[in-house]
């Protein structure tokens, strides 16, 4: 059984452009702020939950949703300002620029999974004969004849 899924993608050039963004739109101290934490966190869990709240993966996420489900430019604005934490006037300029910047060079493609009817996971032991171990004789260091002695 065949499902085809779909996937949105952005170019490498969406990186500089968001980060431009977040530069302009005043959200760099949230980001280098949130970064430290995760430097700080124990655990993979706790990373990835603090980098979920980065701007620069807000907006992405923002992006993304924006192209799935087709949002308008005012449900973009309200959901980064929601996300982000910032006024209403800034995440609708935010939006506009997303909406012109990063969605506009979204790719949307779609990819087949295919579903085995029967997954086998067994763990599999092999057993094998007790061998003796005996230790090996020391080897002397043979003369490497391609030096000159040091004296």
Request: proline share 5%; glycine share 2%; hydrophobic share 35%.
């Amino acid at each position: 059984m065949i499902n085809q899924a779909k996937r949105i993608i952005f170019p490498e050039e969406v990186t500089d452009i968001l980060f431009n963004l977040i530069k302009e739109f005043g959200l760099e101290e949230m980001q280098k702020k949130i970064e430290k934490e995760i430097g700080n966190a124990k655990t993979f869990e706790e990373k990835r939950e603090i980098a979920l709240k980065l701007p620069s993966i807000q907006i992405i996420k923002t992006a993304k949703e924006a192209v799935k489900n087709k949002l308008s430019i005012k449900e973009i604005g309200f959901l980064l300002e929601k996300r982000l934490g910032i006024s209403k006037e800034k995440a609708e300029e935010l939006a506009e620029r997303v909406q012109k910047e990063i969605i506009s060079l979204a790719q949307e493609i779609s990819l087949e999974i295919s579903e085995e009817k029967e997954i086998f996971k067994e763990r599999v032991e092999i057993s094998r004969p007790e061998e003796k171990i005996t230790p090996e004789k020391p080897v002397t260091p043979k003369q490497d004849i391609y030096r000159e002695p040091i004296e």
